[in-house]
């Protein structure tokens, strides 16, 4: 069996429920009672983006004060890699393209050919595309075709029986208060646990066997079954963060503040049973099972992560404040963004390359 069978064999295994919705209730009562002490010291209106990556540089121990305003957005390849990359796998798994390699091409075309017809940015970066020259589109592309290969080698996607949903809005929790802090997590790729009754009777393979040749409509309703919220409030739902490099320290806990944003985000929806980091680069995969006792640790590292904020930016954080961890890093390594990279994907490309 190949590594990318075994990977998804694991994320689709059957996960007893270790979390409810009481805990995560818990958690938002108690970021909600202790953030506005916190942050406090700070100007009225200050905003504070609390992300994977700063906490990343919170467990590395950083000490370089490195968090300032967003310095001027310009567009580059990397900001592209991941809306495109996510497309074009769209593309392979609707059938119209064996690999990556050969979906990100057309799909971009096909995003600047809509922008140029009506004026919507599907990817918000066509119009920075069509004025490159044949160079830079060649830069652009392969950025996102590495990318996209990296992610369609690591997973056995035929063992689907139904769609994963890619990309799509990133999760976000606002705390209230007059000084915004919002907790932010992105996943990838979003899966439904297959259910337990045997009724069901598709195989996996028909995901990856699915023709391009069907009709626009009929793809357009396989792709939507897909995309959208699930099959109701109880289904259990796998995670797959994909990142640059290597595993990084305190990985348990980044991992699992992608599930508790998550069931911040929607209350009504249990939290997500599983988490899996994806580093397509160094061939690596880590899976973290969601409990209620990593809930409350990625809990106590955001408010870690808020606290190294605000001393970064010359405030003094109440001593004491928070759900009882320390203070941490005193300075984080990373650019608090608001915004910064790529939109998710959409399937609007997919649904002109099945109407062509």
């Not at 001027?72 to 059938?95: E, H, N, T």
């Not at 369609?152 to 976000?172: I, K």
Request: charged share 20%; hydrophobic share 40%; net charge neutral.
């Amino acid at each position: 069996m190949t590594a990318a069978a075994q990977l998804t064999e694991a994320i689709l295994r059957p996960a007893p429920s270790r979390t409810g919705p009481a805990v995560a209730q818990r958690i938002r009562d108690r970021l909600a009672g202790n953030v506005p002490d916190l942050v406090a010291p700070l100007p009225p209106g200050e905003q504070i983006v609390v992300s994977v990556p700063i906490l990343r540089q919170l467990a590395s121990g950083g000490d370089n004060p490195t968090i300032r305003p967003d310095d001027p957005f310009a567009w580059k390849p990397a900001f592209v890699r991941r809306s495109l990359g996510l497309a074009a796998i769209d593309a392979c798994l609707a059938g119209y393209f064996r690999a990556p390699l050969e979906a990100v091409g057309p799909v971009a075309e096909w995003a600047v050919a809509e922008w140029e017809r009506s004026g919507w940015r599907t990817f918000h970066w066509e119009p920075w595309y069509a004025g490159l020259g044949t160079g830079g589109r060649g830069a652009v592309l392969a950025e996102a075709s590495n990318w996209a290969t990296g992610v369609w080698a690591s997973l056995d996607w035929g063992q689907f029986r139904t769609a994963p949903r890619l990309g799509g809005p990133d999760d976000q929790w606002v705390c209230p208060g007059p000084r915004t802090v919002r907790l932010k997590g992105r996943s990838e790729i979003r899966i439904d646990l297959p259910s337990p009754e045997p009724s069901d009777s598709g195989s996996g393979s028909s995901l990856r066997s699915g023709s391009g040749s069907g009709s626009g409509s009929s793809l357009r309703s396989s792709l939507r079954s897909g995309s959208g919220s699930g099959s109701g409030s109880t289904t259990q739902q796998v995670l797959v963060a994909v990142a640059g490099g290597s595993p990084p320290s305190g990985l348990d806990v980044q991992l699992g503040y992608l599930a508790l944003v998550a069931a911040l985000r929607t209350p009504t929806r249990p939290a997500p049973v599983r988490v899996v980091g994806l580093w397509p680069q160094a061939g690596e995969a880590r899976t973290v099972e969601v409990t209620d006792e990593l809930l409350a640790r990625a809990g106590d590292t955001a408010l870690d992560a808020v606290r190294a904020v605000v001393r970064t930016r010359g405030g003094s954080p109440m001593d004491g404040a928070g759900l009882g961890v320390g203070g941490g890093a005193d300075a984080l390594g990373t650019t608090d963004r608001l915004g910064t990279g790529d939109p998710a994907s959409g399937s609007a490309a997919i649904e002109a390359l099945a109407a062509a």
